[in-house]
């Protein structure tokens, strides 16, 4: 079956450290790809997205993405991270099904930064 | 503009009550998706709606879920009856509706359900 994980649900840094959060996708065909974040008390909202082209993506606030097609994995990084950046991260995956399109989502990752 | 909206915001019920759940998508939005979400967990999605018609939901449990789009603008999905495990947050999200789902997908805040 279809699936998207997120390989770590809970991460801790520092502010300034990098940041990396890992996405697999199980499906062999043409998908599009999404990152959504989640603040505290705020609605899920759209950080990037990849479509076709460049497979490295940049979004709001400093995030990017890389598409690794062979690896089925579309990673999340920033060089810095805030402590504005604590939220849940999601990655979603759009790809042909019933009635044209499935958006499957990951069990998310929550960051916390610390100050 | 204003965002999607949803109502109510938190619901508490005793198991075997109905219970309704609205939505309002964003203005112009022709897709809208109803998704659940469990504690620890991304969204599912229940159903999703290309103007008034239900083009998936095959995730639906529609032995007890039901959800109509009437106009092709605000939804409503209801549950009757509801059991415990039904106890999660209700996510609405609507989109343009480019097709093939490459169009960003802009959700509510939810609704907070509890079955007690």
């Known amino acids: 079956a279809q699936s998207v994980s997120q390989h770590n649900h809970h991460v801790i840094l520092s502010e300034a450290a990098s940041l990396e959060l890992g996405c697999n996708y199980s499906?062999?065909?043409?998908?599009?790809l999404f990152w959504y974040v989640q603040y505290p008390g705020q609605h899920l909202q759209l950080l990037l997205k990849?479509?076709?082209?460049?497979?490295l993506v940049k979004g709001i606030k400093g995030f990017e993405a890389e598409f690794i097609k062979s690896k089925f994995s579309f990673n999340l990084r920033k060089p810095s991270v805030q402590w504005s950046d604590t939220a849940e991260y999601f990655c979603?995956?759009?790809?042909?099904?019933?009635?044209?399109?499935?958006?499957?989502f990951g069990a998310g990752t929550r960051l916390f930064v610390k100050a | 503009e204003a965002g999607v909206v949803q109502s109510p915001r938190y619901k508490i019920i005793e198991k075997k009550q109905p219970v309704a759940f609205w939505c309002n998508p964003i203005?112009?939005?022709?897709?809208l998706y109803w998704y659940l979400q469990n504690l620890g967990q991304g969204p599912e999605l229940l159903i999703r709606?290309?103007?008034?018609?239900?083009?998936?939901d095959s995730q639906l449990p529609k032995d007890r879920f039901s959800a109509e789009r009437l106009k092709g603008v605000d939804s409503t999905l209801k549950i009757q009856p509801a059991e415990l495990g039904d106890s999660a947050v209700y996510l609405c999200?609507?989109?343009?509706?480019?097709?093939?789902?490459?169009?960003?997908?802009?959700f509510g805040p939810g609704t907070r359900l509890t079955v007690l």
């Open positions: 999200a609507s989109s343009l509706g480019i097709a093939g789902g490459e169009d960003e997908q802009f």
């Open positions: 499906y062999g065909g043409t998908v599009n």
């Open positions: 990849y479509f076709s082209g460049d497979p």
């Open positions: 979603a995956v759009i790809l042909p099904n019933t009635g044209g399109f499935k958006t499957i």
């Open positions: 203005s112009g939005h022709n897709t």
């Open positions: 709606y290309e103007n008034e018609e239900a083009v998936d």
